[in-house]
């Protein structure tokens, strides 16, 4: 999931190919469906992404009352108006009417506790929890963020690779050699540095003893003389999220593929090619494509139907984009690294998104 951030930002205005009353407020790439003459192109507006949940005030300000998704009708969300995508609100909140709001976009102020705006976290369904510990040597995993909101992450023409972005739950396994110990872990826990004691009835444990994953990590940290490695997996199948790919964690037969690898190395974390370290070890997303950046060949791959089943059961969720030769990147301020969502996977019906 990617950081909240509720910034202003200077639009580029479309015309609406459907609506003579509606245009297309662009920010970054994404576009979100705004009342024709509200914005001109150069014009600051503040722009509160997809997964925002909204004070009542604030909805009753946008005129948006029952209109946005969740039970409590508060949660931003991707929609068609009209037949165009519109992700996430343009607008220009009063509580900012004195903010110039040009330079708030020349130094990325973040208005989201100022504007009483929250990040949605899904509920945990009780296989997804259990009785936690501390784990400070836990080696965590890092929010992604969307390349239509950073598109100058990658540099056209850079050689990048495109993995499948599976739809399941992120599992963190981090197995500490000098102590002989394996921790496993969720994304949400993991954020804490928390762990989770080990319980067969858990949705993780159960994905990971089932593919033996802390024996391939010892392995691993063998190999590359590492103090602790982390492996970062996705469990996934019926009775984990809306999308199973034909596994069903009901039945354990619970699906799972590692999508990253980490170690710490000589004092220092590093990232490394998951394919290349555990290729016939383990489970791996699969690799859809490999090539020089291109930001619409990217989004072309990110739609489609998923590889994972064999079967194209389901629509695909998206792709992670990464460099061939891992980097840091100045944009995200950590490691180049960003998704591209499927427009089918964002307006999808009754879709799941439990972390």
Known sequence: MSTLRVTAEVLTVHA??????????????YRAVVAKG?????????????????????IEELGLTGRLAGGNADRVKAVRLRGELSQGIVCRPSALAGVDLER??????????????TKWVPPIPPTMSGEVES?????????IENIQRYPDVFTPGEPVVLTEKLHGSACLVTYVADEERTYVSSKGFGAKSLALKADPRNLYWRAVQAHAVADAAAR????????????????????????????????DTLGYAVFDVSAE????????????????????????????????????????RETVSGRELHLR???????????????????????????????RKNGTEYE
């Open 220 to 251: 691993l940290a063998a190999r590359l003389g590492a103090r602790r490695v982390g492996i970062f997996g996705e469990v996934y199948g019926a009775g984990v999220q809306d999308l199973t790919y034909g596994a069903d964690g009901r039945r």
């Open 38 to 58: 509200a914005y001109r192109t150069g014009d600051a507006a503040v722009y509160i992404p997809e997964q925002s949940v909204l004070p009542a005030a604030l």
């Open 135 to 143: 784990a400070p040597d836990l080696l965590p995993w890092v929010d």
């Open 265 to 304: 190395i000589d004092g220092a974390v590093r990232w490394l090619d998951a394919a290349e370290l555990l290729d016939g070890e383990l489970p791996l997303v699969p690799r859809l494509h490999e090539g020089p950046y291109d930001i619409g060949r990217v989004l072309e791959v990110a739609s489609g």
């Open 104 to 117: 708030a976009a020349e130094d990325g102020t973040d208005f989201a506790e100022l504007l009483g705006i």
């Open 16 to 29: 609406h190919p459907n609506a003579d009353a509606l245009e297309l407020a662009q920010v970054g790439l």
């Open 317 to 347: 969720e998206g792709v992670v984009i990464r460099p061939a030769t891992e980097r840091h990147s100045e944009v995200t301020g950590g490691r180049a690294i960003a998704k591209a969502v499927s427009p089918a996977y964002l307006t």
